[in-house]
């Protein structure tokens, strides 16, 4: 079978742009060489790309539909945490072949996303080779208000959005894992919203879909040192019903990655400055410890006893 | 052996941020969650994506350098066919192994061609994966000199950049192309500057690597046709030299794509109004037929016949 490749992926392209509506910031979009954008005066603007690649961030079993859902989440959470407005997309898919179902299931999950996100979909490629799909994305930021990796300081509150543990219990328990944890590995929420309320107050945001101490390490320089109280770490109601160990629950909480929450720096506020904060974010924000100058990261139990084995990062389908 | 990816894809990233100069434009660079640009008022965003596949648009024969410097140029191409200045630059690789020769490699090739184009890198992703390469850039366009596949007229004239067939013929010819056929297929340089200039006078302006004949059919919509004189297709002296026969030379012209040249349409002008835009555009411009409302493209050789055979399009390695 000789396969028109060329009429074969300008198809595939057809197929994309009859999804997407226009848009006034994008005077040129999809189908010419390079789509042309108008960005708002003020505003500095926000670029990130994620690759997902098979069989590492997804498998074959997942509906197409999850992975286009995941593509777009795992690239608004890079924008959520410098505290972004998502903007416009771009789509590189590299196919094994001109697959127009599977193509279409990906973009029902993916341009879902892309609409409740405020994204609009500009450009993009289709080429054919190994499966790889690859996202980037840009937003717009007030430059005054840009939430980096730099800047935490020492006495800073730790705080995390939402619950931390569910999708590396999910991914630990596999076809076992109650359809609540499952649902937060293949479907994550990007914390644009809380994002941007934290980029206002914070020293410091991380995205920390690869495991908080292993992106909190990020936000360590000098000197700066990390108490974390393992017993503080939020979990899900699914969480505590599917561990009921608790050393478990911090392992996957601690170790795990894949929930895409956000870990910001915060300086030392009250509790009514924070429960308001919450408020704005849409979402709970739970303080997890502090920083100091001791130059490392100690993870307390309830006893205040230091934790040492937690197995720190995260390395998604192949550990 | 067990490779700690984490670290791996970590070490890798600040290899690639040591080789990489601040600039006044990136507030935040490589190694946050995302990059921050600032943009020039007045101007609009331009946007494209593109990937390299394996065997596909390179070899494994190919040493790093040359595939990095394509990755750049192909995409490079594409902001030049809409008149864009070059501005950012994210990478986005994903890798069979944690090769630090390999990577430092591409990057001599990829950096080159961003230094000697303006482009900064300033983000990016490293997986683990089967070898794919997705370069995204941003240049900066005057909203009032934007260049698109649309706006075509009967009466333009066809004109085409630089030399056409030589990435084509070095390809049909494999490993006993004289060099200079083979120096544009590895290292094609996109006409930039020329871009920026035929985006002031043309009606509509497209990147012809796919070919010239697939491309130039996406000029034409209505009731658009074309004429190519194909003696006038633009040769290099190289290719006149490795292929004597001028059908053969026409099909790699003509059918042939990977010469990363510019097709215009532009508005009928004296040979003086061409020679002073050939002296802007800093290469050749040659015109190779005219625009009319005959609906097809009709190829006519040096005595005016019809050639109806010229295969069209261009399907790289998998031909």
Chains 1, 2 share one sequence.
């Not at 299931?105 to 993916?110: A, C, R, T």
Request: glycine fraction near 10%.
């Amino acid at each position: 079978v000789t396969l028109n490749r060329a009429v074969g992926e300008f198809e595939l392209i057809e197929r994309i742009r009859r999804r997407v509506a226009g848009d006034a910031s994008v005077p040129v979009g999809i189908g010419d060489d390079a789509a042309v954008i108008r960005t708002r005066p003020g505003m500095a603007l926000v670029a990130t790309t994620d690759s997902l690649v098979l069989d590492r961030h997804f498998t074959t079993d997942w509906p197409p539909a999850a992975i286009g859902h995941l593509a777009a989440h795992a690239n608004l959470s890079d924008l959520a945490a410098m505290g972004a407005v998502p903007r416009w997309a771009l789509l590189a898919l590299t196919l094994p072949e001109d697959d127009a179902a599977w193509l279409e299931g990906f973009l029902d999950g993916f341009l879902a996303a892309a609409d409740s996100s405020g994204l609009v979909l500009v450009g993009g490629n289709i080429s054919s080779g190994p499966l790889n799909i690859t996202v980037e994305l840009l937003g717009e930021v007030n430059p005054d208000h840009v939430a980096t990796r730099r800047g935490a300081q020492s006495g800073d509150l730790l705080v995390v959005t939402g619950t931390l543990g569910d999708a590396a219990a999910a991914l630990a328990l596999g076809n076992g894992a109650p359809e609540a944890l499952m649902q937060r590995l293949r479907r994550p929420e990007a914390r644009i919203q809380a994002g941007q309320v934290l980029a206002r107050s914070a020293h410091a945001v991380i995205d920390i879909s690869d495991g908080l101490l292993a992106d909190l390490g990020h936000l360590l320089n000098h000197e700066l040192g990390a108490e974390i109280r393992l017993a503080d770490l939020p979990s899900s109601a699914a969480l505590n019903a599917a561990v009921s160990d608790k050393s478990a629950r911090w392992r996957f909480q601690a170790g795990g990655g894949n929930d895409y929450e956000l870990l910001a720096a915060l300086p030392a506020q009250s509790s009514a400055a924070l429960e308001e904060l919450t408020e704005a974010a849409g979402v709970a924000l739970t303080v997890i410890g502090r920083l100091d100058n001791g130059n490392r990261v100690r993870c307390l139990d309830d006893k205040g006893v230091e934790i040492a084995d937690l197995e720190p990062g995260w390395d998604h389908f192949s550990s």
